[in-house]
């Protein structure tokens, strides 16, 4: 639990610091992408209940294991369009009514 609190406050950290230099226009949607990239979990292995951030897994098992397995993106599969979704939603309402 402590690892997920860590983990994601440093990301979000390291996300704000990055994406500060980017135009105002284009910081949103970066840092949105990106932040779902690195904190969108997946399992470990199939039959444990253990999580970890998908792109870790993706690449672990593509350099260490060098199995090329797309089952730790399936998540972000979902998660990417979801999220750019609400996006879109939120910047047409705040553009409408703002």
């Known amino acids: ?8 406050l440093s990301c979000l950290c390291i996300t704000i610091f990055f ?3 980017l135009p105002s226009k284009w910081k949103l949607p970066f ?5 779902t990239l690195v904190i ?3 399992t470990i ?3 444990s209940d253990n999580l970890a951030p998908a792109i ?3 690449l672990y098992d593509l350099i260490f294991e060098k199995n090329l397995s797309y089952k730790s993106l399936r998540v972000l599969l979902l998660s990417i369009p979801i ?3 609400i996006l879109f939603v939120i ?3 705040k553009r409408k009514f703002f």
Not at 31 to 35: A, C, E
């Open 1 to 8: 639990m402590w690892f997920w609190i860590i983990y994601i």
């Open 19 to 21: 994406f500060s230099f």
């Open 31 to 35: 840092f949105i992408l990106f932040t």
């Open 40 to 42: 969108t979990p997946t």
């Open 45 to 47: 292995e199939v039959s």
């Open 56 to 58: 870790s897994i993706f």
């Open 83 to 85: 999220n750019l979704l």
């Open 91 to 93: 910047l047409r309402l």
